[in-house]
């Protein structure tokens, strides 16, 4: 079991930048792909970045590509999501989420993931 749990989450104005944070613990962290959803009011929860155990390779939506970045320090089972030039279109609650199985490839469905922080909210304004 691995209890996850999101912080940096705020108010900011549009083109501000937000680092989300998403601490890991319980069973060990270093072998899991960590993956970073949003879900906007009345919309299904989305895919925005995954990466790799190694931190070898990272994956990126579309839309966040450029502006948002995944990164992860194991030694302190902590994932994170720079988010920079944020639009009111990011506004949402994000979440964490962890694989296990730290598949290769494009990993971007939901029930691809085992486990699942509370989520953080991010509000863009105009």
């Known amino acids: 079991q691995v209890q996850l749990v999101e912080s940096g989450g705020g108010l900011v104005q549009a083109g501000g930048s937000l680092r989300l944070s998403c601490a890991a613990s319980?069973?060990?962290?270093?072998?899991?792909?960590m993956g970073w959803f949003r879900q906007a009011p009345g919309k299904d929860r989305e895919f925005v970045a995954r990466i790799r155990w190694n931190g070898g390779s990272t994956y990126n939506a579309d839309f966040v590509k450029g502006r948002f970045t995944i990164s992860r320090d194991n030694a302190k089972n902590t994932v994170y999501l720079q988010m920079n030039s944020l639009k009111p279109e990011d506004t949402g609650v994000y979440y964490c989420a962890a694989d296990p199985w730290d598949s290769a490839g494009w990993v971007s469905r939901a029930d691809e993931y085992d486990y699942w922080g509370q989520g953080t909210q991010v509000t863009v304004s105009s």
């Open positions: 319980g069973r060990t962290f270093s072998g899991y792909a």
